[in-house]
């Protein structure tokens, strides 16, 4: 087929192109709007690289004009950098409208006292949710996200049970300044047969009884007496002294000995025995200083109401 005048079927124009004899190309110019749109990308990215950060310059990179961000650093100092989504973020959480929002309820927390917090449900609804947070990060790696604490090693903080205290102001004291739980240890104090005494006769103190129940009164004897001296932290009754984190020994609730792990009166007897040659030294870290004081007043009071608040 002749092409002379390039036209193809159907009157369309071809390039005048003719291949193997018959093989012919249209040609069809893109759209007007694509062409345009193309030119537009190119002049687009233009602008951009001239406005944002974007090509590698030996070892930095152009960062763009005219689009300066200011922002608050952590020490406090106004800071002026080059666009970029740190700084943008960094920028957000200082002027955004949540931050802006978080600022005036700590604001209103900082000038409130415990109780004014305590008896507002708007400021407790934001202790709660901002506290867990706090809690999580600070504290969690030790007593646990949800502070049910690791027995033997970390104290449970949901548990209306505290040795040191659970009042606002012990809470706050404890969370502020740390606390040291000191028991010494009794090794080679106590023959055996005393060391089983005593231990069976702080389990009878929550109701934990075995069958030699003449090992309990002699138990007794060592605790309440000065060859034990245990009556010196604990009290006679066993009931624990606030003042000295001394464990309440007479509620059924056990921050160091797993007795409730035990499965045999044996091995209960041997988890409190364990206690009493080993002695306790565990360490809660003081706060103040490393948390801002609000923040510390929203551990307080997110504390002192986990534990049902005393
Ligand atoms: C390094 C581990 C560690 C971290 C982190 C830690 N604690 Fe403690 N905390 C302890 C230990 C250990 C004790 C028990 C001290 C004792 O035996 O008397 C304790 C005790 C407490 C008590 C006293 C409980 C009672 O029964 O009286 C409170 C309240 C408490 N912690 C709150 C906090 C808060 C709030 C934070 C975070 C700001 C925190 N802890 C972070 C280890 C830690
Ligand atoms: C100097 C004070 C002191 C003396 C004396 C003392 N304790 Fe303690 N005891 C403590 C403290 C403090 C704790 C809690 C430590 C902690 O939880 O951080 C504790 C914890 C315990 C516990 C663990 C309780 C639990 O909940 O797991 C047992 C059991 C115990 N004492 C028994 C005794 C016996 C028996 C004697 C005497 C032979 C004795 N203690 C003497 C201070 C003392």
Known sequence: MSNADNQGRKGAETTGHVWDGDLQEYNNPVPM????????????????????PAWPVGKGFTTGTFNDITFVNKKGEEVTTHWNTRALFLKDQQTGEQAVKQREYLDKISQSSYQEIMQDPDKMAFVNSMAKVLFADNCGPCHGKGANGVVGLYPNLRDDDWLWGGTIEEVERTIKHGRNGYMPSFAGVFPKEKLESVAAYVLSLSGIVGEDKAKIEEGKHIFQGEEGGCYYCHTDKGTGLKSQGAANLADKVWTIANVPAAATYEEKLAAVEKVIVEGVNREMPAWQGRLPEEQLKLLTVYIHQLGGGK
Do not use: E, P
């Open 33 to 52: 709007w694509w062409t345009w749109a193309f030119y537009g990308t190119i002049i687009f990215a233009l602008v951009y690289w001239l406005l944002y």
